[in-house]
């Protein structure tokens, strides 16, 4: 299986969303400390396995996942009254297609773009199952 593209939106160091192309063959990432060369690692690794640190995302979602400045906007927010969207994560990964691997079963335009493409995504956001509770929270300032 070949990785065309990543696209991330909003997490750790990534704020909104930023796409990374690859090369068919060889990939190198190069750049200061602190800049983001492991997390796109990591967002490869969460996008196919779940997994973060160990753990499965849905069984330890941490606050650390999200850009902080995302973050620290839609706190702000919630005092002003213009409540800002709540913060989400994407991770999605597009496959080319390859005769070594058949990625067909990956195929659909369940992505971000629309596109008929293979590839995997997964989001974290709020779910609208728990919107009531959010809203008292949200409404006790204990999210604050």
Excluded: C, W
Excluded at 38 to 48: G, K, N, Q, Y
Excluded at 49 to 67: A, C, E, I, M, Q
Excluded at 91 to 107: G, H, I, M, N
């Amino acid at each position: 299986m070949i990785i065309d593209r990543l696209v991330i939106k909003n997490f750790k160091s990534y704020k909104g969303v930023h796409e990374f192309r690859f090369n068919k063959k060889t990939n190198i990432l190069v750049g200061n400390n602190e800049v983001g060369k492991s997390t796109i690692l990591e967002a490869i690794h969460i996008a196919l396995t779940g997994v973060f640190r160990g753990k499965y995302l849905k069984n330890d979602l941490s606050s650390y996942l999200f850009n902080r400045e995302v973050e620290l906007d839609y706190l702000e927010s919630l005092g002003s009254g213009l409540v800002a969207p709540s913060p989400d994560i994407l991770f999605e990964l597009y496959f080319l297609d390859d005769e070594s691997v058949d990625v067909t079963r990956f195929k659909g335009d369940g992505n971000s773009k629309s596109l008929s493409a293979s590839g995997v995504s997964l989001r974290i956001h709020l779910d609208e199952n728990y919107s009531d509770l959010y809203q008292e929270l949200v409404e006790k300032k204990l999210l604050i």
